[in-house]
Protein backbone atom coordinates (compact mmCIF):
# COMPACT_ATOMS: atom_id res chain seq x y z
CA UNK A 1 0.00 0.00 0.00
CA UNK A 2 1.31 3.18 -1.08
CA UNK A 3 1.49 5.94 1.48
CA UNK A 4 2.71 9.33 1.85
CA UNK A 5 2.98 11.14 5.61
CA UNK A 6 3.37 14.64 6.18
CA UNK A 7 4.32 16.01 9.38
CA UNK A 8 5.69 19.48 10.50
CA UNK A 9 2.89 22.11 9.89
CA UNK A 10 1.71 24.21 12.85
CA UNK A 11 1.93 28.07 13.86
CA UNK A 12 4.56 30.25 13.36
CA UNK A 13 4.41 33.96 12.88
CA UNK A 14 5.64 35.99 9.73
CA UNK A 15 9.24 35.75 9.20
CA UNK A 16 9.49 32.80 11.17
CA UNK A 17 10.44 29.38 9.42
CA UNK A 18 9.30 25.66 9.46
CA UNK A 19 10.49 22.42 7.97
CA UNK A 20 7.75 20.10 6.50
CA UNK A 21 8.63 16.64 6.30
CA UNK A 22 6.97 13.74 3.96
CA UNK A 23 7.67 9.86 4.71
CA UNK A 24 6.88 7.61 1.46
CA UNK A 25 6.26 4.21 0.91
CA UNK A 26 9.95 2.85 -0.27
CA UNK A 27 7.85 0.93 -3.33
CA UNK A 28 7.42 4.79 -4.83
CA UNK A 29 9.67 6.55 -3.71
CA UNK A 30 13.27 6.18 -5.85
CA UNK A 31 11.60 6.53 -9.16
CA UNK A 32 9.85 9.46 -8.54
CA UNK A 33 9.44 13.24 -8.59
CA UNK A 34 8.26 14.42 -4.90
CA UNK A 35 6.75 17.38 -4.60
CA UNK A 36 4.98 20.07 -2.09
CA UNK A 37 2.07 21.68 -3.21
CA UNK A 38 -0.26 23.39 -1.55
CA UNK A 39 -4.25 24.59 -0.85
CA UNK A 40 -5.31 27.76 0.93
CA UNK A 41 -9.06 28.75 1.84
CA UNK A 42 -10.92 29.36 -1.29
CA UNK A 43 -8.17 28.84 -3.62
CA UNK A 44 -7.10 26.11 -5.93
CA UNK A 45 -3.93 24.06 -5.10
CA UNK A 46 -1.30 25.01 -6.19
CA UNK A 47 2.57 23.97 -6.65
CA UNK A 48 5.01 25.03 -4.49
CA UNK A 49 8.36 22.70 -5.26
CA UNK A 50 9.20 19.66 -7.05
CA UNK A 51 12.18 17.49 -7.10
CA UNK A 52 13.55 14.68 -9.26
CA UNK A 53 14.85 11.42 -8.71
CA UNK A 54 18.11 12.61 -9.58
CA UNK A 55 17.68 16.22 -7.44
CA UNK A 56 16.48 18.49 -9.79
CA UNK A 57 14.45 20.87 -8.33
CA UNK A 58 11.55 23.28 -9.58
CA UNK A 59 9.68 26.35 -7.22
CA UNK A 60 6.76 28.61 -7.23
CA UNK A 61 8.06 31.99 -8.33
CA UNK A 62 6.08 32.78 -4.86
CA UNK A 63 8.38 30.92 -3.14
CA UNK A 64 11.72 30.80 -4.25
CA UNK A 65 14.57 32.00 -2.14
CA UNK A 66 12.44 31.58 0.75
CA UNK A 67 11.97 27.58 0.41
CA UNK A 68 13.89 25.00 -0.58
CA UNK A 69 13.04 20.99 -1.16
CA UNK A 70 15.11 18.30 -0.73
CA UNK A 71 15.35 14.57 -0.27
CA UNK A 72 17.19 11.58 1.75
CA UNK A 73 16.45 8.56 -0.37
CA UNK A 74 18.06 6.17 1.82
CA UNK A 75 15.28 7.43 3.96
CA UNK A 76 12.74 7.65 1.46
CA UNK A 77 11.75 11.32 2.76
CA UNK A 78 10.99 14.84 0.81
CA UNK A 79 11.62 17.90 3.16
CA UNK A 80 10.64 21.05 2.27
CA UNK A 81 12.43 24.23 4.36
CA UNK A 82 9.92 27.64 4.88
CA UNK A 83 11.74 30.47 5.77
CA UNK A 84 10.91 34.17 6.03
CA UNK A 85 7.13 32.81 6.31
CA UNK A 86 4.54 35.45 4.89
CA UNK A 87 0.75 35.44 6.25
CA UNK A 88 0.16 34.22 2.50
CA UNK A 89 2.06 31.07 3.00
CA UNK A 90 -1.19 29.88 5.17
CA UNK A 91 -2.50 26.93 3.32
CA UNK A 92 -2.33 22.76 3.94
CA UNK A 93 0.69 21.47 2.19
CA UNK A 94 0.30 18.31 0.53
CA UNK A 95 3.06 15.78 -0.33
CA UNK A 96 3.00 14.23 -3.57
CA UNK A 97 4.79 11.54 -5.65
CA UNK A 98 4.21 11.52 -9.49
CA UNK A 99 4.81 8.04 -10.50
CA UNK A 100 3.93 7.79 -13.86
CA UNK A 101 1.32 6.99 -14.59
CA UNK A 102 0.12 7.65 -11.12
CA UNK A 103 0.36 10.42 -8.81
CA UNK A 104 -0.41 10.14 -5.01
CA UNK A 105 -1.07 12.52 -2.85
CA UNK A 106 -0.72 12.59 1.34
CA UNK A 107 -3.55 14.05 3.64
CA UNK A 108 -1.79 17.10 3.89
CA UNK A 109 -0.57 19.35 7.29
CA UNK A 110 -1.77 22.89 7.90
CA UNK A 111 0.34 25.84 8.16
CA UNK A 112 -0.55 28.95 9.35
CA UNK A 113 1.31 31.84 9.24
CA UNK A 114 -0.02 34.82 11.43
CA UNK A 115 0.56 38.66 11.10
Do not use: H
Not at 28 to 40: E, H, V
Amino acid sequence: QVQLVESGGGLVQAGGSLRLSCAASPSIFSLSTMGWYRQAPGKQRELVATITSSGSTNYADSVKGRFTISRDNAKNTVSLQMNSLKPEDTAVYYCSANAPPLTYWGKGTLVTVSS
